[in-house]
């Protein structure tokens, strides 16, 4: 049977590869939240089997998530869309929120989304710690995991005084900055068991789904076929 220390070495690549977005992300764009804000339509009365207005979908491929989404043209469009909702920072929203454009429909969408939404959590709420760890001894990526511990530890007041609440609040809310990942993180640091952190990670990953769908399809539904 694997150690941790060993499937720890085995899981760093991915890691480190997703830190570096962490960190590109969280220090220089806020374009996700801009595609959550846009997804809503503001003038597509007429067009009723677009899921989001061209001004907003304009906007998403725009954001990060949007961009990402382009890189990965040649891919199916689940598939996009499931590694969009594993990537830090734009997680389930953006993946939604691409897969409202793309079309897929929703119980389809919300599926792929959760499902890859949830791929790094259990990595990231056993392993970060003895990984952080082992990174730290390096002279390269010593700054860099203290950077991150910072600013995902500078989030953590809710977190620290509610515990499973406030990590299924601070996953459920999709808000810059928020999530899965950062939420994991901050679990996995405070030392949060894991049969407590992982349900609440769960269901905050049900909230946020519930909110990112009333704004990638349910609202854009109501004005292409109601107004």
Do not use: H
Request: a positive charge; one cysteine or more; proline letters at 5%.
């Amino acid at each position: 049977m694997l150690t941790i220390k060993r499937t720890g070495r085995i899981m760093v690549l991915l890691l480190i590869m997703t830190f570096s977005v962490m960190i590109m992300t969280a220090c220089g764009s806020k374009a996700d939240e801009k595609a959550g804000n846009t997804a809503v339509s503001e003038g597509s009365a007429g067009t009723e089997n677009t899921a989001v207005s061209e001004q907003s979908e304009e906007e998403v491929n725009d954001s990060f998530a949007g961009k990402l989404a382009g890189k990965l043209s040649g891919l199916p469009d689940e598939l996009v869309c499931f590694i969009i909702s594993m990537v830090p920072v734009i997680e389930l929203r953006g993946g939604l929120i691409i897969a409202a454009i793309k079309g897929i429909p929703l119980f389809k969408a919300i599926g792929i989304c959760i499902a890859g939404n949830i791929v790094p959590v259990p990595f990231i709420l056993l392993l970060i710690t003895p990984i952080f760890t082992w990174l730290k001894k390096t002279k390269f990526f010593k700054p860099i995991v203290e950077k991150l511990e910072n600013k995902s530890m500078g989030k953590s007041e809710k977190i620290k005084k509610y515990e499973f609440i406030g990590l299924v609040l601070f996953v459920g809310i999709p808000l810059p900055g928020t999530g899965a990942w950062t939420g994991s993180l901050i679990a996995s640091l405070l030392n949060i068991k894991f049969k407590k952190a992982f349900p609440a990670v769960i269901l905050g990953l049900i909230m946020a789904t519930v909110i990112m769908c009333l704004l990638s399809y349910g609202i854009p539904w109501i004005i292409a076929n109601v107004f």
